[in-house]
T-cell receptor, first 109, second 117 residues
Framework: GDSVTQMEGPVTLSEEAFLTINCTYTATGYPSLFWYVQYPGEGLQLLLKATKADDKGSNKGFEATYRKETTSFHLEKGSVQVSDSAVYFC????????FGQGTTLQVKP | GAVVSQHPSWVICKSGTSVKIECRSLDFQATTMFWYRQFPKQSLMLMATSNEGSKATYEQGVEKDKFLINHASLTLSTLTVTSAHPEDSSFYICSAPAEGLANTEAFFGQGTRLTVV
C-alpha cells in the first residue's frame, strides 16, 4: 500500500544552519505531496505542498521539490531559526492523507 | 484560508465515562472528515473517515463500537469515545479536505488532548 518514510529524528541544529529532512514515498499513481508542521501542543498546519512532478512548494523559507523519478519530497531551509523548532510531517494524498512518522527539529540559539 | 474548529482542546475524564469531541468546518462544507489519533512522539494514525449522511469507514484495528462517529451535517462531525479507559488517553485530531479539489490538502483542527484517569 501507499506509504511515506521520513528520516528519523531528532534533528538538532544551531541557529542559521542549513536544514534537510528527507522524505520518500511509495504510491500508486501521482499523489499530491505535503509538509505539515506541528508546534508543541498544537494541531497540524500545512507548511507547503506540491501537486505534480517538478513542482516546488515554498513557504516561510522552507522549500521542497516533487521528484517523481526518486519518489522524494525533501524539505530544506537555508537558515533555521529557534522558532522553527517543531515536528515536521511529510504526507501524501492519494485521497486521504498518509503521514510519515514525523521528524522532530530542535534549533538551539 | 479554511478553518476547522475542534472542541474541546483538552479534556480529563474518569475511566468508564464517555467523551464527545466535535469537529466543525467554519467556512466551508465538508462531506468528508477524517479522525486521527496521535500517540506521544509518534505520527498520526488514521482512525476513520466520517461521511455526511452515511456510516463512517473505520481503519483496520479501530473499534467502531468504542469510537462512535456521527457526521450530523455538512459542517459537523463528532467522535465519541465510549467507556473510556486510560489506554484511550491520546491526542485526537480531525481534518477536512478542501471541497471540490482532487488530491488536495486537508485543514486540521487544533486537536483534543484526552486524559482518562
Amino acid at each position: 500500500g501507499d506509504s511515506v518514510t521520513q528520516m528519523e529524528g531528532p534533528v538538532t541544529l544551531s541557529e542559521e544552519a542549513f536544514l534537510t529532512i528527507n522524505c520518500t514515498y511509495t504510491a500508486t499513481g501521482y499523489p499530491s505531496l505535503f509538509w505539515y508542521v506541528q508546534y508543541p501542543g498544537e494541531g497540524l498546519q500545512l507548511l507547503l505542498k506540491a501537486t505534480k512532478a517538478d513542482d516546488k512548494g515554498s513557504n516561510k523559507g522552507f522549500e521542497a521539490t516533487y521528484r517523481k523519478e526518486t519518489t522524494s519530497f525533501h524539505l530544506e531551509k537555508g537558515s533555521v531559526q529557534v522558532s522553527d523548532s517543531a515536528v515536521y510531517f511529510c504526507a501524501i494524498s492519494p485521497g486521504k492523507l498518509i503521514f510519515g512518522q514525523g521528524t522532530t527539529l530542535q534549533v538551539k540559539p | 484560508g479554511a478553518v476547522v474548529s475542534q472542541h474541546p482542546s483538552w479534556v480529563i475524564c474518569k475511566s468508564g465515562t464517555s467523551v464527545k469531541i466535535e469537529c466543525r468546518s467554519l467556512d466551508f462544507q465538508a462531506t468528508t472528515m477524517f479522525w486521527y489519533r496521535q500517540f506521544p512522539k509518534q505520527s498520526l494514525m488514521l482512525m476513520a473517515t466520517s461521511n455526511e449522511g452515511s456510516k463512517a469507514t473505520y481503519e483496520q484495528g479501530v473499534e467502531k463500537d468504542k469510537f462512535l462517529i456521527n457526521h450530523a451535517s455538512l459542517t459537523l462531525s463528532t467522535l465519541t469515545v465510549t467507556s473510556a479507559h486510560p489506554e484511550d488517553s491520546s491526542f485526537y485530531i480531525c481534518s477536512a479536505p478542501a471541497e471540490g479539489l482532487a488530491n488536495t490538502e486537508a485543514f486540521f483542527g487544533q486537536g483534543t488532548r484526552l486524559t482518562v484517569v
